[in-house]
């Protein structure tokens, strides 16, 4: 590659001009084939595979493509489209080893309506500790508190796929109904 540089770097007029007139150095004509912005004689990738994007879209390869459905005519359940305005609110319940959280939200907008936890400044005060089952109730009746403020007195719950209704996050929800909040359970 360097020995074509050159070749092309001494057969440019550049060079011609520096031995009729004497006016730049030779080191620098040299350079100027080799940084001239491009490199002339290097392949498209380094390692032999393209770095572009894919042909049918703008995203790189290495993008996660999402699923297409099989059958992409297929329409939605009255009860997959009305859902979600039937029963607007989300329980969403945290538990970790040092606190418990719990929030209702609104479904359609996403906005928190009511938010408690026991890393709060009035709860963390009161409390034992921060992740026992006496804090899940306490987070629970402050949450249907705060619910009620916000007008809101019903919510369903779906746990997750790795959270088993039992324990902590029964006490939640238990703690909720027994404070006046209809929470419906979709266990499955």
């Known amino acids: ?14 060079v011609c001009e520096f031995q009729k007139y004497n006016s730049r150095p030779i080191w620098y004509t040299l350079t100027q084939s080799i940084h001239n912005g491009q490199v002339d004689y ?13 042909d049918d879209n703008s995203r790189p390869y290495t993008y996660k ?5 099989r059958n992409p005519h297929k329409q939605l ?5 009305t ?14 080893k ?22 709060s400044k009035d709860i963390k005060a009161v409390l034992k500790s921060r992740s026992d089952i006496p804090a899940c109730m306490a987070v629970g009746k402050i949450l249907a508190d705060r619910a009620r403020e916000a007008d809101v ?7 997750r796929e790795r959270d088993k209704f039992e324990g902590k996050i ?12 209809d929470v419906k359970v979709y266990l499955g």
Not at 2 to 14: D, E, G, H, Y
Not at 42 to 54: C, H, I, K, N, T
Not at 77 to 81: E, I, L, N, T, V
Not at 153 to 159: E, I, N
């Open 83 to 96: 859902v979600a305005y039937m029963e607007p609110f989300t329980l969403d319940v945290l538990i970790s």
């Open 42 to 54: 290097a392949p498209r990738s380094f390692f032999g595979v393209e770095d572009f994007p894919d």
């Open 1 to 14: 590659m360097f020995k074509r540089v050159i070749q092309n770097a001494w057969s440019n007029k550049r």
């Open 65 to 69: 493509k999402d699923k297409k459905s």
């Open 77 to 81: 359940s009255f009860k997959q489209r």
């Open 153 to 159: 007195y019903t919510a369903s719950y779906t746990p």
């Open 170 to 181: 029964r006490a939640v929800v238990q703690s909720l109904i027994d404070s006046g909040i």
């Open 98 to 119: 040092r606190f418990v959280s719990a929030s209702l939200t609104h479904r359609v907008t996403c906005k928190q309506v009511a938010v408690a936890g026991t890393n």
